[in-house]
């Protein structure tokens, strides 16, 4: 093998061939030709592998792999072949069809395997090594397949036509097995479209029928919650789009083309109603973001469909990895301009049999600035249940409230909260049945993780951030012009007053307000005593009065207690509820 992060070298795929899996994967002669480069940024094209190479960035579960590990990627590689496709090179249609053989050859073909039909996330790390393999794979790999067919079914060669029908086909029969429920809004969307293309191209009535009905439950589903269960993500929102789109695009059967158009109507009235033109940013609460500021790829995906660019140094020209339809007319001014000068949006998100129950999320917005919260929600890493921004002299400032066990964000644990405008009255808690820096794959049998430290963290996130203290129980983190205030109340944790402390530090990312906790080796998050950690944060111009009122808190009665601050009220769990059934 080369020393160079262990990318193999000429002489040892000539040898014996590049393995996985027990394949053999050959390199072509022109694998060192000319082609366009369009291999994207940290990555690089291994011309003795035959497929581009990259340093593995996460997503820090289900791989094995150290971060950083030089890996050749599924699904980073079907992307690469598409770049290759649209640009219509004849060079890199060849290169394009070889890498797509190549991560084919990578699929479980095993009809009696439990992964049959799955990919893996990498060259290097087969399925059985992965911990526990990614089902959702056959989901993205096998609509990337159907997206190079159907958008370029005219150049690709008959065999590789032939090799991506099967290979949609075994993904598709995964994801009929698996048979996700629509609150798992991006795969229910993505399996939708996979089913229904890979019954077109193999004329399976039984995966056309699949696909149409999968749709159909999706939309039905989000009527009757109020919106999508992976709410307002800025992540799965535009893949969920995307499919929607390309059903629309390349699907013939009607009904299916009908739920579709019906659901691309509601991506995008998410999008616009929580659209931030002020920051250039998508206001919160997130159900799912990998950012604390939007990303690059939703931005640009938006600009592409709004015909203009949102960020300064967007690509003039954004190649698409799907197909995109243009945003609803009546929508794109809402991308400009705010309908005032401030508005609130209120929106139930998950429904719950006692109304009171339900997941809502509230967003104001303003010109300058925006705070979004949800109702109910946890700490999971991919969670914002509460954030919000306002512009700074190169990014805008974001605060967000996390929960943080030994420096990684703790899955067992979670917040309520009641907002009005700019403020927000919240208490945080455990949570029962979550992991623990994951909601699933590390939950622990007994209920207990390890742990020194648990911190709730009210962190401002932007260069120059400062942090201030108004008393003894407010502090005032500000930055450009803004001010967050937080009015912090008396928490309970297992039983008592005194088990922790509040306290205010800086680092390399803004200014800290955190509630700190010695944890003395482990945490059982069911089995604490009244936990109860109650918040009131405001949002208010630099040059405004924060409130004076203290933030109150009733005797706990039959597990929760009620907290008040300045005209908001908020019965708030001491002890720790169940996490709501969701796999996302």
């Known amino acids: 093998m080369s020393k160079e992060r262990g990318t193999p070298t000429r002489r040892d795929v000539v040898a014996g061939g590049l393995t996985a899996g027990g394949l053999a994967l050959a390199v072509p002669a022109w694998a060192a030709d000319a082609v366009p480069d369009v291999v994207g940024k940290g990555r690089r094209w291994d011309a003795d592998v035959g497929l581009i190479g990259e340093p593995s960035a996460g997503p820090g579960y289900s791989t094995t792999l150290v971060r950083g590990t030089w890996v050749h990627a599924t699904r980073a590689n079907l992307d690469y072949a598409l770049r290759l496709l ?45 911990a526990p393999p990614d089902l959702n794979w056959a989901d993205f790999n096998g609509a990337r397949l159907t997206t190079a067919v159907n958008r370029h079914a005219d150049r690709l060669s008959p065999d590789i036509k032939r090799q991506i029908a099967v290979a949609t086909g075994r993904a598709a029969r995964a994801i009929v097995k698996r048979n996700v429920g629509p609150s798992y809004t991006n ?39 109020g919106s999508f269960n992976e709410y307002n993500s800025p992540t799965y929102t535009i893949v969920a789009l995307e499919e929607f789109d390309s059903v629309l695009s390349y699907a013939k059967d009607p009904a299916a083309r009908d739920a579709a158009e019906a659901l691309r109507q509601i991506a995008w009235q998410v999008i616009a109603s929580h659209w931030h033109p002020g920051t250039v940013q998508w206001a919160g609460p997130h159900a799912r973001g990998y950012h604390d500021r939007t990303p690059n790829e939703a931005l640009d995906a938006i600009s592409a469909r709004i015909g203009r660019a949102l960020r300064p ?66 700490f999971w890493v991919q969670r914002h ?13 974001v605060l967000r409230v996390r929960c ?3 420096g990684r964000d703790f899955a067992s644990f979670g917040m309520v909260a009641t907002q009005k405008g700019p403020r927000v009255l919240l208490s945080a808690h455990p949570i029962a049945g979550s992991g623990d820096w994951h909601i699933s794959i590390d939950r622990s049998p007994d209920g207990t993780f390890k742990g020194q430290e648990l911190r709730l963290r009210v962190v401002l996130s932007v260069a120059g951030a400062r942090a201030q ?55 059982a998050p069911t089995r604490l005593g009244p936990t109860s950690i109650p918040l009131a944060i405001e949002l208010l111009p630099a040059a405004a009065a924060p409130s004076t009122a203290a933030v109150l808190v009733g005797r706990p009665v039959g597990g929760r207690r009620k907290v008040s601050w ?19």
């Not at 990895?321 to 609130?344: H, I, K, N, V, Y």
Request: glycine content about 10%; charged content about 20%; proline content about 8%.
């Open 385 to 397: 249940p509460l954030i919000g921004c306002w512009q700074g002299p190169a990014a805008p400032a």
């Open 86 to 130: 649209d640009t219509g090179d004849a060079g890199a249609l060849a290169r394009a069809e070889s890498v797509i053989t190549k991560v084919i050859a990578l699929q479980d073909v095993d009809p009696t395997s439990p992964t049959f039909g799955v990919w893996p996330y990498y060259l290097e790390e087969p399925l059985a090594k992965m």
């Open 469 to 523: 203290a108004l008393g003894p129980y407010a502090v005032r983190l500000s930055a450009f012009g803004w001010q967050a205030v937080v009015h912090m109340g008396p928490v309970l944790w297992d039983g008592a007053t005194d088990k922790g402390a509040w306290r205010v530090s800086s680092g390399k990312d803004g200014v800290y307000l955190d509630y700190v906790v010695p944890l003395g080796g482990t945490i």
């Open 313 to 378: 140094g967007a690509p003039n020209g954004i190649a698409p990895r799907e197909a995109m339809l243009p945003c609803p007319e009546a929508l794109l001014p809402r991308f400009a301009a705010l309908p005032g000068a401030e508005s609130e949006v209120r929106q139930r998100f998950i429904r719950a049999a006692d109304d009171t129950a339900s997941v809502y999320g509230t967003t104001w917005l303003s010109r300058e600035a925006c705070l979004g919260s949800a109702s109910a929600e946890g």
């Open 187 to 225: 795969i229910a969307a993505m399996g939708g479209r996979v089913t229904l293309i890979a019954g077109e191209l193999l004329d399976a009535p039984d995966l056309i029928a699949y696909g149409r009905q999968r749709l159909q439950r999706l939309l039905d589903h989000t009527r009757e919650q």
């Open 566 to 584: 300045d005209g908001l009220d908020l019965v708030a769990p001491v002890a720790a509820p169940p996490v709501q059934e969701r796999i996302s």
């Open 404 to 406: 943080l066990k030994d």
